[in-house]
């Protein structure tokens, strides 16, 4: 079973200019989630979508949006780039949602703003 | 709020040794789910173990297993028979019923050496 795919591995983008990433979660998985992490805040959780609802939101800006299709594929974009937006963003998949079901992640996106 | 405490930046262990990462958690709901993740240089996340709040007996996978201490509030988990490839960033993380977003500690820079 293949795992959650994510692309691009890497980009290179500059200040103002806007962003989109995309994610693939394992096949049969609906949840999918979005993790930011930086050397100084960590691993913060952004949103989770699930059957194509937003479930939950982390406390980032409106810059920061997502969407999940009917296929459970998932895409997160960044407006307006900031320097700040530079991280690892991960995606993560699981099967259902709750207290007892792991994540599984993906190999993230390492962006780079200049 | 729920939280997440790893106060161990870094560890070392000799190969074939067993070693202790220390995590503990603050929540006010009673039923969570604690996870350990593995994540190694390349940047994925990898899901090794999982502890539900009502579980009585700590939960083992292969050479990983947790030390889950409910009234402490502890869930520490112990590598046995460390192998070189175990070097990494050791992630604890939670993720309550109530806020069903999966929160993670610091992590622990785990360096395994011969």
């Known amino acids: 079973k293949a795992g959650v795919t994510q692309t691009p591995r890497y980009l290179i983008k500059t200040r103002g200019q806007q962003v989109t990433l995309s994610c693939s979660p394992i096949s049969g998985h609906r949840s999918v989630s979005w993790y930011q992490q930086t050397p100084g805040q960590g691993l913060q959780f952004l949103f989770e979508y699930f059957s194509e609802t937003q479930r939950n939101k982390g406390n980032f800006p409106g810059r920061f949006s997502g969407r999940q299709f009917s296929n459970s594929r998932s895409e997160m974009n960044v407006s307006t780039l900031e320097l700040g937006d530079s991280a690892l963003y991960l995606c993560a998949s699981s099967l259902i949602t709750g207290e007892d079901s792991p994540l599984h992640f993906g190999n993230g996106t390492r962006l780079t703003v200049t | 709020a729920q939280k997440i405490t790893q106060t161990q930046p870094g560890m070392f262990v000799q190969e074939k040794e067993a070693v202790t990462l220390d995590c503990t958690y603050d929540t006010s709901d009673p039923s969570y789910g604690l996870f350990w993740y593995k994540q190694p240089s390349s940047g994925e996340m990898i899901f090794l173990i999982y502890?539900?709040?009502?579980?009585?007996q700590n939960a083992t996978e292969g050479r990983y297993s947790l030390n889950f201490q409910k009234a402490r509030k502890s869930a520490n988990l112990v590598i046995s028979a460390s192998q070189l490839g175990d070097s990494a960033m050791y992630f604890c993380?939670?993720?309550?019923?109530?806020?069903?977003?999966?929160?993670f500690g610091t992590g622990t820079r785990l360096q395994v050496f011969p």
């Open positions: 502890q539900g709040s009502y579980d009585q």
């Open positions: 993380a939670m993720r309550e019923r109530r806020t069903d977003k999966l929160i």
